[in-house]
């Protein structure tokens, strides 16, 4: 079974909207809101605006603090976005077809910003209290970590299952001799 070109191009077109609202977000952030002077927006109780720099890769996972460093970063989040776009490009599904454009086009924003910047804009916190279940985090990782649950949950929950074959009677095998 090939992949269907209507969902390659689905997947083209959502991970171009990815990345592209994920820059006017954080332009917004940057430019109009002037977040980085102004530190904190409050929106809601639980969510707020407020400005970081994340110069690491998630989770602290791989630090960035000299050129070199954060060169090596780019070049290793480049590495996993185009093996992500060619599992999308190979992907037969539709719906891991737009799960990976979804991780596609978030990891396209953060190599941007990494290449822009240094590192990436952050801007959402969500906390209840003081409790804060997620760093401060971005549209594109939102979007990443959305991709990769569909695709966790669709290959642990709709595995394909496998033809049942009934046992072969004696009458079958005498035929086929």
Aim: charge should be neutral.
């Amino acid at each position: 079974m090939n992949p269907n070109p209507k969902f390659r191009l689905q997947g083209i077109m959502l991970a171009s909207l990815v990345f592209i609202a994920d820059q006017i977000v954080k332009y917004a952030m940057l430019g109009p809101l002037q977040l980085k002077s102004r530190g904190v927006i409050h929106i809601v109780s639980f969510f707020d605006l407020q400005y970081a720099e994340k110069s690491a890769a998630p989770m602290s996972f791989l630090t960035a603090d000299s050129d070199a460093e954060r060169w090596a970063l780019v070049a290793l989040t480049s590495v996993i976005a185009a093996a992500v776009a060619v599992w999308m490009w190979r992907e037969k599904l539709r719906g891991d077809i737009l799960a990976l454009s979804l991780v596609l086009g978030g990891a396209l924003g953060n190599i941007v910003d990494r290449v822009r910047y240094g590192y990436v804009v952050d801007y959402a916190d969500l906390h209840f209290g003081d409790f804060r279940p997620f760093y401060i985090f971005n549209l594109a990782d939102a979007c990443i970590t959305i991709g990769v649950l569909i695709l966790l949950a669709r290959a642990f929950l709709m595995r394909e299952k496998e033809p049942v074959q009934e046992p072969a009677s004696s009458a079958d095998i005498v035929e086929r001799t």
